[in-house]
């Protein structure tokens, strides 16, 4: 009886429509695959965005989205008057979504840095995010709605309706500080794409100047640590050479044997944990083998 129960549950929940999007063109309230025309739409007529990021086939999150808030009515009449709603679907069936926008998507993917689904981002009317709205298990159209309201309460849109009910002289002295406080946070955006740009721009000629002398060191630095060290030996305790030598070829396999076997990630177990110990015990014994020829060579 339970696996019959879980059964029809589950299709239940695989029989949920995705919202139907449209495939062209913009309009307030309706999801559409045409994000283009939505920025247009929107900075037009100075509207919020709601941005969806889903995969409508396959997603188990994104259909409860679709089942208890975007299919109901409340969200319908909400999104008619305050949204442009872009929907941008990565699913299974690729038959779902029209070519010309399969490229499309993985560019706002990666503009937006898109990691799960579904994503909702809220936007404002130029396209620029003001916040991410994480998606809650007993989400409802009122809870949703009530978060968008709250994170477009400091948009133009919004603290232009304030101003309208406040007594003028608040609203006037509100509005300059509000004014002052876009301008502040636009010219920070401003700094901090000119610092990220000039970083950017040091990592590129700092990569240009160190990648040869990287490079060149990588070949001769062990190679001149390997010749100084054979110098000292022959010159102090020739008789030794032969000896630290071949412990420092011995040393050096194990070593190489070692990580191997480390990156063929075997299990955890008293087997594995007895070869990793062996292992170590010849490196450590073959290191101190080489290291007290060179210490008796010093000067």
Known sequence: MKKLITLALFLA??????????????????????????????EKDDTPILMLFTGSDWCGWCKVLDEKVLSKPEWNDYAQKSLYLAYIDFPQDEKL????????????QEEFDIEGYPTILL?????????????????????????IRLKLLYSPAELEKIYSILPKDQAKELKAKGDRKQ???NELKKADEELDKAIKEAEEKHEKVAKPLSDELSKIGPAFDKD??????????????????EAQKNLEEEMDKAMKWIQTRPEQNEENNKIFEDFRNRIDQLQAETQEIIIQALP
Do not use: C, H
């Open 123 to 147: 936007l404002d009317a130029k396209g620029n995010p003001i916040d991410n709205l994480p998606m809650e298990k007993n989400i409802t159209p009122q809870s949703f709605i009530t978060k």
């Open 13 to 42: 929940f695989a029989l949920v429509a995705a919202p139907k999007a449209d495939i062209d063109g913009a309009k307030k309230g309706v999801w559409t695959m045409d994000y283009d025309s939505v920025l247009k739409a929107a």
């Open 183 to 185: 301008f502040l946070s």
């Open 228 to 245: 100084i060290v054979k110098a000292l030996i022959a010159a102090k305790s020739p008789d030794k050479l032969p000896k630290f030598l």
């Open 97 to 108: 979504v029209p070519e010309k926008y399969k490229n499309r998507n993985k560019e706002l």
